[in-house]
Every structure is written in structure tokens, then in C-alpha cells.
């Protein structure tokens, strides 16, 4: 019999097991018979790089990370664990004739091998020496294992490669497909440890059907009666079998699993409240719409005909991953959670090796019709679908969000795990979307273009991160390489900001920060080409990004030293204005610190700016306010009265002198509240009291109420310039504005006769 290891551990054991390898800390107790022997203990504990958890009495518990090899080998072994493989190795010493692997999970149907490997830092790792470890010795594990559980049923043994922090480089996944070796990376154990909550045993199925895709297991295979039929040209089935079964072979593709797949993730709560209805006794109408993905046709055995349809009995594959759902996952994964489902049935719509692009329109038509759809998610599935477009404007199109997908996968990446998709909650850390990161790589022409025009139709333009090839898919590398290094060069220069993420005082990773960061690239990269007279398709990505490097450490530079106010008048930017006034206050800072630096935007905008109009601008601001400040008042007492100050309770809204409180509260209440009205809050009190300020606030306009005093918030927005330098400068247009304003306000409000100047 062949060698077959010791330490398999199944039932309490394996749960023992279990408790100890999901930690991340190495633990054990410390005793001791006195107190001081105790403390010179621990001491010498802590000298060899434990902490105290915990102390006691007599002894007290002391623990350690573990290291990054062995963590990862319990991160899989617990993964397995939990996805309900019932028997695994005790611990690291599992061998098959002497050559020892990290990780051996069986349930009943399949045994994982697991070989493990991690890189201390982010980045390529090569893991030719593990395939060739398993291509070497795959005959004598299989050969084990079938020795001692026998074949009936004979077990699945897939041998896997999990990977922590490593970039899988081309050529080892191609190497890996071939030996027919799964690859799970760091991304795979949290997205199934995710689904594990989500779903529960069912989650196992999913692993299965990603990893043994298209292989047989003994006992899937199921027969049900159907009905056959035409619809479009496209064959279809209908059928109705229960959800456990249908679970053993359907498949749903998620987007945080795989970047080339559609599916949304499914949501913990519906799931719960489709299992309260299923409980309570509630049945579903709507049919499960599924895609068998098989080689081999569909066995469909005709018992009778009709008009146009055909009744039969329909054997479904026994193959793992071979249904792919394309709606309906919800209603069919609520019934993990059921307690009543055992004897349910739902229905289901079948379609037989449908195209990917047609599956994915009729997965968009059935949700926009049906379901609301983020606009991210169906930017992901048109693009997905264009992407095998024989129209090269679709598929070029398809390119943007593929390069935004690698900025938020890559291992090395900065923004890694911080753009948002449909399965994960935004807080301020993933804050960034795959719709603004994507078109601010459009927006910018950085892949190049791709036209109609005659007389050259399908015209394809490289662009400043193209490749050199025009290979679409070296381009999508090649972009997202510069991009992940040039975001590289923020994030560890000013690493403060950029944790911050949309919080507080944060600006640069951000959706507005990075799109400004981009435009700002586009300058620096045509500066870098016209100065250096190189171009950039000619430069790989590190020698791009290496030329342009020292031209923002004046930007790096000035954020490590920013204060709030000035962190704030960036954020306060929005929208593409925004991000246009930001990218050209970069630049200035960059002209300032190497005068050399310049462009046709940069100098447009040096001109363009009126730094003395702006000081003038203060002034006639600060007297509008005093204008407003008085004639408001003086306008609400006329007609509510003083006494009681009524004029303040009555004329002023709510939501203001609830804001005056808090200020005059903050200000220890030194000043009347009144006197903590802001600019701003005038157009507000004048709409509140139109019948009243009409004649004058609308300043000769005749135009809607809420229209006509529009000017006091723009006004109130130049003073956020005017007040604070560290915000820049006005332009000339926006001081003649101002200047505009002052003079109607002194011939509508004050009532003299406006003057040709101000």
C-alpha cells in the first residue's frame, strides 16, 4: 500500500484544530510558583518576542504573531475548514514519501494538496519551483490517497498554489492552467471567507465549482422533467428541481472574485429575509435564469410534443461549475439560510452554451428593467461585453475600466482595495469609484483613440501610455504599471494625506485628487517628451515614470507641509471645475519651484489670474456683507418689530439662528446671536421673506424668487478666495463680476445711483 501521511484529523479533533490555526497569534500560559519567579518569566518571554494577553492569579498567557509562511497555511487550512472539508492535516508535517506539503483538505467528493508561498514585499515572485514540486511527485500523492479511502467513489485530488503578496507573472499562470494546478491568491481567501458568512455550506460549491470547473464527482448527476423550446433562434428549458441540487452545479461569478465576470455579490440581509419568506411559507413565481456551460450537448430524452414546445426529461450535467446563474441568485441562496426549504422546488429557465456577450445582455436587460443598477456595475458589464467586440471602438471603449480594475488589484498598487465595488460599503478608506477612475484615464487619452473617421475607418491614435505595439492588452498593462508607480510616488511621499482617504484633511487619494493627479500627469508627461525629446510609447513604465518623478516633489513637498486650510481649499473643489483648479494650482506649484516648467494651460492660467483684483475684490466683499448685514436687519425689524426681538424669531429660518447659536455658543456667547450671520445666509432669510426684499435683492433681474438672489451664494464663494490667500487667486472675469455686483447692489439695495466704477 502506498505511503499514506499520519495526522489527518476529522470531527472535535479537527474543530480543536481549528480554534488553534485561525488566530493570528501563537499563545501559551506561563506559570510559576511565586509571583517574582513569574514576572522574571514573562520578561524572559517578552525578550524572546511574546506579549502579555492576559495575566492571572498564577500564571498569565502571553502570545505572538505568527510568521507570515505559517500564517498563511493556517489562513487556507482555516478557509478549508470552514468551507466543510472534513478531514485535514493536524499540522505542518504532512508528508508523502518524505516530501512534505502544506495543506491536505478532504470532504466527500474531493482532496485540495495545497502548496504555499509568500513575498515579504508586494511584488513578482517566482513559483516555477512549487509547480515542478507537484508536477514531480502529483502520481505518488494520487496514488496514496486512492490507496487508502479506496475509489468508490473515486476521490477529486486537484493540487493548488496559494500566494500571499505576489504578482503572478504570465508565464507561471499559463505554467500553473497547464500542470492543470488552481491558484488561490490573498484575494481568493478573503472573498471566500466573505461568502462563507454570506451563504453558508453552499459557499463550498461556489470553491468547488471555481476551482474544478467542468470536472465530473459521482453523485451530481441529476435527471428532471422539462419542457423544450424556441425563443430568438435560442433553445431553452424549463424545469423545476430543488434548490439544494441545483446548488451542487450552478455557479455565480463575482466581481471581487474575478475581474472578467459580472455578477453582483449577495447581500447577507436579503438573503435573510428571503429565508424568513421561504420559512413563513412563501413560494416564488419568477423562474432562476441559469446557462448550462457544458461540452457536450444537453442529453434531452422527448416524450411528447406540442405546437412549439417539447415535454421530456432533461439530465443535467454532474459537473461543478457547469450552471452559471445569471439572475436569480438571491432567491436561490436564500435557502441556505431557510429552515423549511428541504422540501421546496423553484422554477428554472435554462439556456444551453450561450455566448458571454449574449448571457451578459440578457443579465443587463433583466436587471434594468427590473432591479436599479449602479451605473459602476454596468460600466463594468458593457465594457466586459465590448471587450470581445469585433467593433474596435467597443473594445478599445472596454479598456478604461480594465486598466481602473488592475489600479484596484494589483498587488503593489497604492490604491489596492480602495476603489468601490458592489459588493464592498464605502468608508473613507475605499472611497474611490471604477466610473471616476475611468474616465479620468479617458478623459485624458491616455490609451490613445480609436475612430470612424473616413478615409480611414478604425484608426487607432497611441497615446502617451500605449504600447509601443498597440496591443491592446500590453497598452492596458503598460498604463496601469505608469499609473500604479506615478500614485506610488504620493502615497509614500506624503503617506499622512494619503491614508486619509476622503476623511478629514485628506485630498490626494480621493476621486477628485486622483483625477487631478492624472491631468496633472498628462502635463508632465507631454513636458517631460518636449524638454528630454523622447516619447513616451518608447519608455517602459518605470523610465516614465522615473523622468517624471522630480517634477512633482513640489507638489509631495507641499502637502507634507499643508495645513488644514489648505488641504480644505483643494477638497472644497468639486466636480470637474474642480479638478481643473486643481491640477492648474498644481502646476503653479511646480512653476514655482522649477520656473523652467511650463505649458500652454499653465500659462493661461498665470495670466489669467488677478492677484491685485483680488485684494480689491476683498474689500468690495467685505463692504456687501455690511451693506447686506445692515439692510436685512433693518428690513425684518421694520416689518415684525423689536419687541421681543420678534423680528429675529420670525424673520430669520430655523435651520439659521440654529447655526448662529452654535457659533455664538463656540464664542462663549460674547456677541448678540444676529451678529453671527454669515454672507451666505442672506439669500436664504430674502427667499424666506421675498415680499419684503423682491424689489431690491432680485437687482433689476426679473427672474424666479430662488433664481434671483443666486449671486449672494456666488458672491459668498469669492470670499472663500478673497479671504483666504491660501486658496489662490481670482481670474479677471470672476474680480469684473464682483465689481458688477457691487455697483447694482449700491443702486438696488442702497439706493444711490450706480456708479461707473466701483
Known amino acids: 500500500m502506498a505511503e499514506f501521511p499520519n ?14 490555526r485561525s488566530k493570528e497569534h501563537d499563545e501559551k500560559t506561563v506559570t510559576a510558583a511565586k509571583k517574582e519567579a513569574l514576572v522574571i518569566k514573562v520578561k524572559g518571554e517578552e525578550a524572546d518576542g511574546w506579549e502579555v494577553a492576559k495575566w492571572n492569579k498564577t500564571s498569565v498567557r502571553v502570545r505572538k504573531r505568527k510568521p507570515d509562511d505559517r500564517q498563511l497555511e493556517d489562513d487556507v487550512w482555516s478557509l478549508l475548514y470552514r468551507l466543510g472539508f472534513n478531514e485535514l492535516n493536524e499540522d505542518r508535517l504532512l508528508t508523502f514519501k518524505g516530501r512534505q506539503f502544506d495543506v491536505f483538505a ?59 503578496n505576489v504578482d503572478w507573472r504570465k508565464a507561471d499562470k499559463e505554467r500553473a492552467a497547464k500542470s492543470n494546478i488552481a491558484v488561490i491568491t490573498e484575494q481568493d481567501l478573503a472573498y471566500y471567507g466573505r461568502l462563507i458568512d454570506y451563504v453558508k455550506g453552499a459557499a463550498r460549491f461556489q470553491f468547488l ?74 413560494q416564488f413565481p419568477t423562474n432562476i435564469v441559469i446557462n448550462f456551460k457544458v461540452k457536450s450537448p444537453l442529453q434531452f430524452e422527448k416524450h411528447e410534443s406540442f405546437e412549439n414546445s417539447t415535454f421530456g426529461t432533461l439530465k443535467l450535467p454532474g459537473l461543478y461549475g457547469s450552471a452559471w446563474v445569471i439572475d436569480g441568485q438571491h432567491r436561490l441562496y436564500g435557502f441556505s439560510f431557510a429552515e423549511k426549504g428541504k422540501n421546496h422546488v423553484v422554477p428554472v429557465l435554462a439556456y444551453e452554451n450561450m455566448d458571454a456577450a449574449d448571457e451578459m445582455e440578457l443579465f443587463i436587460d433583466i436587471n434594468s428593467k427590473q432591479v436599479k443598477v449602479s451605473r459602476g456595475l454596468l460600466n463594468e458589464l458593457y465594457s466586459n461585453l465590448n471587450y470581445g467586440s469585433e467593433d474596435p471602438v467597443k473594445q478599445f471603449e472596454a479598456l478604461y475600466p480594465r486598466v481602473a480594475l488592475r489600479l484596484g488589484a494589483m498587488a503593489k498598487s497604492p ?84 491614508d486619509l482617504g476622503d476623511a478629514k484633511g485628506g485630498f490626494l487619494c480621493t476621486n477628485n485628487g486622483l483625477r487631478a493627479l492624472m491631468r496633472l500627469l498628462k502635463e508632465l508627461i507631454a513636458y517631460v517628451e518636449d524638454s528630454q ?42 466636480a470637474l471645475d474642480g479638478v481643473k483648479k486643481n491640477y492648474l494650482s498644481m502646476m503653479g506649484i511646480i512653476h514655482d519651484a522649477i520656473p523652467q516648467f511650463t505649458s500652454k494651460d499653465l500659462t493661461e492660467y498665470l495670466k489669467d489670474r488677478d492677484e491685485k ?63 453671527y450671520l454669515s454672507l451666505a445666509t442672506y439669500q436664504s432669510i430674502a427667499v424666506h421673506n421675498w415680499d419684503i426684499f423682491q424689489d431690491s435683492y432680485a437687482l433689476g433681474e426679473k427672474v424666479k424668487k430662488g433664481d434671483a438672489v443666486r449671486w449672494i451664494a456666488k458672491l459668498s464663494k469669492a470670499r472663500q478666495t478673497t479671504a483666504h490667500p491660501e486658496k489662490g487667486v481670482l481670474s479677471k472675469d470672476e474680480v469684473a463680476w464682483v465689481r458688477s455686483i457691487y455697483i447694482k447692489v449700491k443702486a438696488h439695495i442702497v439706493g444711490e445711483k450706480a456708479l461707473e466704477s466701483a
Open 415 to 498: 490604491i489596492r482595495n480602495r476603489v468601490l465595488t458592489v459588493d464592498k460599503d464605502k468608508d473613507h478608506f475605499r472611497c474611490l469609484t471604477l466610473t471616476s477612475l475611468a474616465d479620468g484615464i479617458k478623459e485624458n487619452r491616455f490609451l490613445g483613440t480609436v475612430t470612424h473617421a473616413p478615409p480611414n475607418p478604425h484608426v487607432y491614435q497611441l497615446g502617451q501610455l500605449s504600447a509601443l505595439s498597440g496591443d491592446y492588452e500590453e497598452t492596458a498593462e503598460k498604463a496601469a504599471d505608469v499609473l500604479v508607480a506615478y500614485f506610488a510616488l504620493f502615497a509614500k511621499g506624503v503617506p499622512a494625506n494619503w
Open 7 to 20: 495526522g489527518i484529523v476529522n470531527g472535535e479533533a479537527a474543530k480543536a484544530v481549528f480554534v488553534r
Open 533 to 574: 525629446q523622447v516619447k513616451a510609447i518608447h519608455l517602459d513604465a518605470d523610465d516614465l515614470v522615473e523622468r517624471v518623478a522630480p517634477l512633482v516633489q513640489p507638489i509631495i513637498n507641499f502637502f507634507r507641509t499643508a495645513d488644514a486650510t489648505q488641504v480644505k481649499a483643494f477638497r472644497d473643489r468639486q
Open 613 to 675: 483684483g483680488t485684494q480689491e475684490a476683498d474689500l468690495i466683499i467685505k463692504d456687501i456683507n455690511k451693506i447686506l448685514y445692515n439692510d436685512v436687519i433693518a428690513r425684518l425689524k421694520q416689518k415684525f418689530g423689536t419687541e421681543n426681538d420678534a423680528w429675529w424669531w420670525q424673520g430669520v429660518p430655523q435651520p439659521i439662528r440654529k447655526e448662529c447659536f452654535e457659533r455664538a455658543n463656540n464664542d462663549n456667547g460674547e456677541k448678540p446671536l444676529w451678529q
Open 209 to 282: 465549482a471555481r476551482y474544478l470547473e467542468g470536472e465530473g464527482v459521482d453523485g451530481l448527476r441529476l435527471e428532471v422533467p422539462a419542457t423544450r423550446g424556441k425563443m430568438g433562434g435560442t433553445t431553452f428549458y424549463n424545469f423545476l428541481i430543488s434548490p439544494y441540487d441545483l446548488m451542487k452545479i450552478a455557479y455565480i461569478s463575482h466581481k471581487s472574485a474575478d475581474l472578467d465576470t459580472y455578477q453582483r455579490m449577495v447581500k447577507p440581509a436579503r438573503l435573510k429575509s428571503i429565508a424568513a419568506y421561504i420559512d413563513e411559507g412563501g
Open 106 to 164: 478532504k470532504d466527500e467528493d474531493t482532496v485540495f494538496v495545497v502548496e504555499c508561498t509568500h513575498a515579504e514585499e508586494e511584488g513578482s515572485k517566482p513559483v516555477k519551483g512549487l509547480i515542478d514540486k507537484i508536477n514531480a511527485n502529483a502520481q505518488d500523492v494520487i496514488h496514496a490517497i486512492h490507496s487508502h479511502y479506496g475509489k468508490t467513489p473515486k476521490l477529486k485530488i486537484k493540487f493548488a498554489i496559494a500566494t500571499r
